[in-house]
Nanobody, 122 residues
Framework: QVRLVESGGGLVQAGGSLRLSCAAS????????MGWFRQAPGKEREFVAV????????DYADSVKGRFTISRDNAKNTVYLQMNSVRPEDTAVYYC???????????????WGQGTQVTVSS
């Protein structure tokens, strides 16, 4: 069975930083594309970032490019989202996703975590 468990969310002031983690079990992340998505109240789930299985390729939503960085630590079987210069509009539940896919389309991913809440105050 595959499980993805997000952690690291919380309350942070605008302009601050936060690092989210996604710990995977039941699959080796080096064999999977790993994505981050988010969903704010009343809005649809949206793409944030993705990293390829080999770690050579990344892609970001325009809204976070230059502020967020996705990375992976294969030894820990964990993917991260480093969030810098956060803004109130970054407030959302952040979800980790895994699959035999590299891209922005959420329904192409096979597995999802439970989400972690990020709240940015002004």
């Amino acid at each position: 069975q595959v499980r993805l468990v997000e952690s690291g969310g919380g309350l942070v002031q605008a302009g601050g930083s936060l690092r989210l983690s996604c710990a995977a079990s039941g699959l080796t992340i080096s064999s999977a594309g790993m994505g981050w998505f988010r969903q704010a109240p009343g809005k649809e789930r949206e793409f944030v970032a993705v990293i390829s299985g080999d770690g050579r390729s990344t892609d970001y939503a325009d809204s976070v490019k230059g502020r967020f960085t996705i990375s992976r630590d294969n030894a820990k079987n964990t993917v991260y989202l480093q969030m810098n210069s956060v803004r109130p509009e970054d407030t959302a539940v952040y979800y980790c996703a895994a699959g035999f896919y590299y891209g922005r389309i959420s329904n192409r991913y096979n597995y999802w975590g439970q989400g972690t809440q990020v709240t940015v105050s002004s």
